[in-house]
């Protein structure tokens, strides 16, 4: 084990380079922003705001916020997603726990289930991390669409297009 470090050592900053092939840090100083058009339409009264878009390795992390009450959507990940929740409530139809604000969620490859935020929730801000693909689906398991990190992507290019961001405003989130 290394000796502990010296204290004038303790706050020098790494003095050698990082690999060349490294990819940049993103730092998203206001992720829940006031800056509406930064909210990217995904369908009536549900956003998402990009947070990192990686395309190497097949996920996305993102807020998804919802200002309506009722059913979200059904759906299934072949990976594991993390969530933690921001502002308001939600739950699954399929189980029996609700997630708070200040929840953690970790949903577990192939479960299925169906999101649902309760009348009374105004707002729901929720941070996830989706590894792969969302399938959609019906009640009895029949597929009915998907979203990935390239589908996000197109999402947001043509919202930060339409709104004057330019499509590239969300290069800054892809990795």
């Known amino acids: 084990m290394p000796a502990p470090a010296k204290s004038a050592d303790a706050m020098t900053p790494y003095q050698l380079p990082n690999p060349r ?12 922003p006031q800056d509406e058009r930064l909210w990217v339409p995904q369908a009536e ?6 947070l990192c878009l990686n395309v190497s390795s097949g996920y996305w992390m993102n807020l998804l916020r919802v200002r309506k009450s009722g059913v979200l959507s059904r759906h299934r990940h072949p990976q594991a997603v993390h969530g933690f929740v ?3 409530r939600w739950l699954y ?3 029996d ?5 200040g929840s953690y969620v970790f949903e577990p490859p192939g479960e299925t289930h169906t999101l649902y935020v309760p009348d009374d929730v105004d707002e729901m801000i929720t941070y996830f991390q989706v590894n792969g693909v ?3 689906c019906d009640p009895h398991g029949n597929y009915t669409g998907y979203e990935d990190v390239f589908t996000k992507l197109d999402m947001c290019r043509a919202h930060y297009q339409k ?3 330019g499509a590239e405003y969300v290069d800054q989130f892809v990795r």
Do not use: D, Q, T
């Open 86 to 88: 921001l502002k308001g």
């Open 45 to 50: 009264n549900v956003w998402f705001r990009p």
């Open 93 to 95: 139809l399929e189980h």
């Open 21 to 32: 092939e490294a990819l940049r840090e993103i730092v998203v100083s206001s992720a829940i």
């Open 163 to 165: 709104v004057g961001l």
């Open 97 to 101: 726990w609700i997630a708070n604000e």
């Open 134 to 136: 969302m399938y959609y």
